[in-house]
């Protein structure tokens, strides 16, 4: 029996290889800004987003359904039936991933055409309808050795991968030149390569883990009712998230203070958001552990763990965001300058960097949700707040312009972290003081006014860590039991 890894160790693992994948992600999209341009992004960001539909509709909820009935299974102390899950999970995701491969394949010149506005990008279309199947299987497996708690087998994959996906871009990339179009299908094709060869690796791990075979266990029903109501929430977000990029530039042209709409969306979606959301490694690495790890817990009934958890992961969240959200509210004009040379990525960035608590907060609270099996609450906020996003956008595009853009991602994410919280409040009972989040912010307010008085960018930076430190500590939610917790959690028992 492989030695089970503390949920803080798995997380250290999981930050750590994030925070790797994100700096080379973030560096590759600044290569490519650079190379194509903003209308170039654009266009590819328009690409992704069809592909990230075709994806999430293929991957039919997979992911987290294998997460999730794998953690039950371990969790009730049956390692056995592990066989059985990934049978039925494998099964059900070739069906879903190969029907809607070919349905991408077929409309292929449509899709091109009518909804991204490029005919020329229809061979790029096909490229992900060819590699869907083969996503959707490692979806299966990583979720899998996630429930499994082998997270630093499944790290080494996935920074193996990346670094694959980035090399075979790169070499794609030199022999197309400057060409959106083309440089839309080199990133299609390395990224797609390099699936295949995650998905081998995987399949040849799991293979060698000779785990115990007990007798048939019928899944069916089970995987239907997790992965079904995943399905119709990922589907239906992904969708609408789909439909908001395709009429952004579109809706965006009827405003008058617009000249390149292409660019402007590009600015923000392809320039301000992965920066925006790079600090984030760490609360996405805990969000991928919690699910399972929640799962095992309410699985066993331990209700005691399952508020030890939700209390330790919405403070981190709310520190954590807290402190990045002052940061880069403080130095957005000279991140965007060096990473892009654009003035309008850092004005936009300083924008979005006050909803940076509420997004990281958000993360985590929606991955506790789904860890206790609320994955039908899910569905319904998402499509609640995603419908009220793609009506807002509609009316606010055309008449405020990236203003309305704004305005619409904050009211639609504030109302899905308010209902996701109420739901996880429900199921944990209270589990944090209402002063604690608004002391934080309280705090930050003051330390990036203070530190925003200086001129040199160190000293500002000094300034701001030192005093919203000494506030932290002053206002007393940062005290000797968070360093006794840390403590234990850094000592071997």
Not at 86 to 104: A, D, E, H, K, N
Request: proline letters at 4%; glycine letters at 8%.
């Amino acid at each position: 029996m492989r030695k089970k890894l503390p949920i803080f160790y798995s997380a250290l693992v999981l930050t750590g290889v994030n925070l790797l994948l994100r700096f080379v992600s973030t560096g590759f999209q600044v290569y490519l800004s650079a190379r194509i341009g903003a209308a170039g992004i654009g266009l590819l960001q328009l690409v992704l987003s069809v592909g990230v539909l075709a994806l999430t509709v293929g991957m039919a909820g997979i992911r987290t359904a294998t997460m999730y009935l794998t953690a039950s299974q371990l969790g009730r102390k049956r390692p056995e039936n592990i066989r059985w899950v990934l049978t039925g999970c494998i099964q059900y995701s070739l069906v879903c991933s190969c029907i809607v491969s070919i349905i991408l394949w077929a409309l292929s010149e449509q899709v091109a055409r009518l909804w991204i506005g490029e005919p020329a990008v229809a061979s790029t279309v096909r490229l992900f309808a060819l590699f869907l199947p083969i996503n959707c299987l490692c979806g299966v497996l990583c979720g899998y050795f996630t429930a499994a708690n082998r997270i630093g087998t499944l790290a080494a994959v996935e920074v193996a991968e990346q670094i694959c996906s980035i090399a075979l871009t790169l070499g794609l990339l030199m022999k197309v030149g400057d060409n959106a179009v083309r440089a839309c299908r080199a990133v299609v094709t390395g990224s797609g390569l390099s699936s295949c060869v995650t998905l081998c690796a995987l399949s040849i791990l799991r293979w060698q883990e000779h785990s115990p075979s007990g007798p048939r266990l019928p899944m069916g029903r089970q995987l239907m009712q997790t992965a079904v109501p995943l399905a119709i929430a990922d589907d239906f977000k992904s969708g609408i998230s789909t439909t908001e990029n395709l009429m952004v530039p579109k809706r965006l042209a009827l405003f008058a203070g617009t000249a390149d709409p292409l660019a402007e969306f590009g600015t923000v979606c392809g320039m301000v958001f992965p920066v925006l959301m790079f600090p984030a490694a760490i609360l996405y690495a805990l969000a991928e552990l919690l699910i399972p790890e929640l799962a095992r817990c309410h699985a066993a009934g331990s209700q005691s763990r399952i508020r030890y958890l939700a209390y330790r992961s919405l403070r981190l969240a709310i520190l954590y965001g807290c402190l990045f959200a002052g940061a880069q509210f403080l130095f957005s004009p000279q991140l965007c300058l060096a990473l892009y040379q654009s003035d309008a990525a850092g004005y936009h960035l300083r924008h979005y960097a006050l909803l940076i608590p509420m997004l990281y907060c958000d993360a985590v609270t929606d991955a506790m949700v789904k860890g206790l099996g609320q994955q039908t609450a899910c569905v319904r906020y998402n499509i609640f707040t995603s419908t009220l996003d793609v009506i807002f956008l509609f009316l606010l595009l055309p008449r405020y312009g990236m203003a309305g853009y704004f305005f619409s991602f904050l009211v639609t994410h504030a109302i899905n972290f308010i209902l996701s919280l109420r739901r996880l409040l429900k199921l944990t009972g209270p589990v944090l003081s209402p002063a604690m989040p608004l002391l934080t912010l309280l705090g930050t307010a003051i330390a990036v006014w203070l530190a925003g008085m200086l001129e040199d960018i160190f000293l500002c930076g000094l300034v701001y860590v030192l005093t919203l430190g000494s506030l932290l500590v002053l206002f007393r939610i940062v005290g000797k039991e968070d360093l006794r917790w840390l403590r234990s959690l850094i000592q071997k028992k």
